[in-house]
């Protein structure tokens, strides 16, 4: 059983910055990628960032791209979300998500097999 568990959300102002991490574990955590998403009250679960867990190529949605960065540090198993100059259209619950088959759009939620919790993050303008 994989269990993915995030940190670093809150309340932020619009332009400062935030780091969410997700810490893995597990026996049979070996995954393919991670990645972040977000939803937003009656919104749907959107893309926001991934990173191939081998080689560390990303991706991410054009909403987010200059702004987040993705990274992970395989040997602690965790990766994180750092976000700078968030905008208040960014407030939204953030999931930690981690995907095991190759070859699957990294920007669908059904890339991802294990999810975490969620942390909420709230920009204020």
């Known amino acids: 059983q994989v269990q993915l568990v995030e940190s670093g959300g809150g309340l932020v102002q619009a332009g400062d910055s935030l780091r969410l991490s997700c810490a893995a574990s597990?026996?049979?955590?070996?995954?393919?990628?991670m990645g972040w998403l977000r939803q937003a009250p009656w919104q749907e679960r959107e893309f926001v960032a991934a990173?191939?867990?081998?080689?560390?190529?990303?991706y991410y949605a054009d909403s987010v791209k200059g702004r987040f960065t993705i990274s992970r540090d395989s040997a602690k198993n965790t990766v994180y979300l750092q976000m700078n100059s968030p905008k208040p259209a960014d407030t939204a619950v953030y999931y930690c998500?981690?995907?095991?088959?190759?070859?699957?759009?990294?920007?669908?939620?059904?890339?991802?097999?294990?999810w975490g919790q969620g942390t909420q993050v709230t920009v204020s303008s």
């Open positions: 998500a981690a995907g095991s088959i190759e070859g699957l759009p990294r920007n669908s939620p059904g890339a991802y097999d294990y």
């Open positions: 597990g026996r049979t955590f070996s995954p393919t990628h």
């Open positions: 990173i191939s867990w081998n080689g560390g190529t990303t």
